[in-house]
């Protein structure tokens, strides 16, 4: 069973990225591998209730439950110990990563307030794409009422792309809403 997003990239993404990039071997095409959705909660530390809503709101948003983050080292300034539990994320593959990027293309992204498009400049240098968010109330499957609070989140989008302009090209065709450079 094939997304719709997914029979898009086969159909219609790849054979233009083929042709705009140079590329013959038709695997060598970038494709999108994996989507992580995280969410860093630094006041996990006094309320330990956060921690519940955010994996809630995680469960709800992407469909998969999501696996604690605990802080690798300590750092005394944060109050921070090695091993306290400070985040969720989920990392979704196949079939829900293709109907999450989906939603969030055509669904959640156009109900940000003021929305004129997303920054082309966050790549990482090796063409994985990090998203910010403010809020989870964008995904139309969060209840206002039932959250305990508003909460930002991080998506990263990571490729098979070796370059940021192979990746760029790759999430632009994919209906990725990058702003237009105002010239």
Known sequence: MKNVLETKYIEEVR???????????????????????NI???EALDNPKALEGAVNDLTIITGQKPIITKAKKSIANFKLREGREIGAKVTLR??????????LINVALPRVRDF?????ESF?????????????L????IV??????????EITVVTSA??????????????????????
Request: net charge negative.
């Open 94 to 103: 196949g079939y829900k990563m293709w109907s999450f990027l989906d939603r």
């Open 116 to 120: 004129r498009g997303i920054s082309g």
């Open 15 to 37: 054979p233009a990225l083929l042709k705009e990039l140079g590329i013959e071997n038709i695997n060598a095409a970038p494709r999108v591998q994996k989507v992580v959705v």
């Open 144 to 153: 206002y009422d039932r959250i305990d609070k508003v909460r930002g989140m």
């Open 40 to 42: 860093g909660l630094g």
């Open 138 to 141: 964008i995904f139309p499957e």
């Open 162 to 183: 070796e370059n940021d302009e192979s990746a760029y090209a790759l999430l632009n065709l994919l209906g990725m809403p990058f702003m237009k450079d105002e010239e």
């Open 124 to 136: 990482d240098g090796r063409g994985n794409y990090t998203l910010g968010l403010r809020e989870q």
